[in-house]
């Protein structure tokens, strides 16, 4: 059975409800409403990012399509066999992932992409069914703390025993969880992640799963 999905007029969050709202009336064009996953729920391998951006997935309607991250992001699945086809930038580009899905902690823009802990909250009964729904999944990568948490969260973990670290592999209970800085143009303009230290992090989950069982 599929993990079921916010309704485009989710209000579980007031704030969240009131600056989609206002997105709407300035870009009325827009996707503007939560954004479902992208890819099978056969795959392997979950990316968890923390939420649609502005001129991202707010606008495109596809997660993590149409900013810096999104770039950064499917260039380093292309590079290592999770995508194919190519990115434009755009839902319509016709990229495929490949044994891979990627969904968000929060599934609603924030404003200034900081979500509260009570609408992480609100969200996060989507991402436990999303992983429930994933019967084959082995390998979650975690864009950042606080996807980090809120996967720790879902699984009915301690978020003490099981530290957020850039690059760090945490075995779970039959699932592993692999962190990473997220893919965000701060974090890159900042030197905290560069592209190849991004890209380190996909090669070495493409190595685990190809692992022989």
Known sequence: MSAPVPP??????ERLAAFREINAQTHPDWHNAPVTSFGAETARLLIVGLAPGMKGANRTGRPFTGDFAGGLLYAGLLRHGFASGQYNAS?????????????NAVRCLPPQNKPLGAEITACRDYLVAEIAAMVQLETILALGRVAHESVLTALGRRRAQTPFGHGAVHALDGLTLVDSYHCSRYNTQTRRLTPEMFYTVIAALRA????PI
């Open 91 to 103: 839902p319509d580009d016709g990229l495929q992932l490949v044994d891979c899905r990627i969904t």
């Open 208 to 211: 685990r799963l190809d692992q």
């Open 8 to 13: 485009s007029d989710c209000s579980r969050c």
